[in-house]
T-cell receptor, first 113, second 114 residues
Framework: AQKVTQAQTEISVVEKEDVTLDCVYE???????LFWYKQPPSGELVFLIR??????QNEISGRYSWNFQKSTSSFNFTITASQVVDSAVYFC??????????FGAGTILRVKS | DSGVTQTPKHLITATGQRVTLRCSPR?????VYWYQQSLDQGLQFLIQ???????AKGNILERFSAQQFPDLHSELNLSSLELGDSALYFC?????????????FGPGTRLTVT
């Protein structure tokens, strides 16, 4: 069965610091998707990125970057030069055949000014 | 805006009552998923419907049921409510054309049971 582990329950940083959120996943499928979602205080789930299991290229989008390593079953998320607006709960999730999403417990990120 | 709508946004009710949460998927999406986010269990999958039929079940209690109507909107029915059912309930939809499909989430319905 799938499992997603986000070992960091809460991280606090000062604005402009870089921060990395860790995600480790378990799946028996060879084809799967990995996701990151952001949940701001307003409560909605905001899609950030999807990664196909066959594509291990790292991705950068503005201040966000993702590092996918199949060898360690990790899909880590880095925010460069963090801002107060980045404060939210971040969820890593895995989707395998059947399209059910399995979420990690989430990491609370607090960015202080 | 994901294109998925959920009503109501907030719901406050008493223990023992029954409520219905409604979800309208994105235009063209045939599949609807329900997720529950609670402090105890985190975000977990409840149930999936595809084109009117139940496709997959997760950790859904017997007191909960769902259906998807011919116009593809879905309703999640929660009965004999308990304090522990207080949670944020999300609906998501996807095209479901084979393979893996991205899910688009609605804004959620926050249920408070008093």
């Amino acid at each position: 069965a799938q499992k997603v582990t986000q070992a960091q329950t809460e991280i606090s940083v000062v604005e402009k610091e870089d921060v990395t959120l860790d995600c480790v996943y378990e799946t028996r499928d060879t084809t799967y998707y990995l996701f990151w979602y952001k949940q701001p205080p307003s409560g909605e789930l905001v899609f950030l990125i999807r990664r196909n299991s066959f594509d291990e290229q790292n991705e950068i989008s503005g201040r966000y970057s993702w590092n996918f390593q199949k060898s360690t079953s990790s899909f880590n998320f880095t925010i460069t030069a963090s801002q107060v607006v980045d404060s939210a709960v971040y969820f890593c999730a895995c989707m395998e055949y059947g399209n059910k999403l399995v979420f990690g417990a989430g990491t609370i990120l607090r960015v202080k000014s | 805006d994901s294109g998925v709508t959920q009503t109501p946004k907030h719901l406050i009710t008493a223990t023992g009552q029954r409520v219905t949460l409604r979800c309208s998927p994105r235009s063209g999406d045939l599949s609807v998923y329900w997720y529950q986010q609670s402090l105890d269990q985190g975000l977990q999958f409840l149930i999936q419907y595809y084109n009117g039929e139940e496709r997959a079940k997760g950790n859904i209690l017997e007191r909960f049921s769902a259906q998807q109507f011919p116009d593809l909107h879905s309703e999640l029915n929660l009965s004999s409510l308990e304090l522990g059912d207080s949670a944020l309930y999300f609906c998501a939809s996807s095209v479901e054309q084979g393979g893996l499909n991205e899910q688009y989430f609605g804004p959620g319905t926050r249920l408070t049971v008093t």
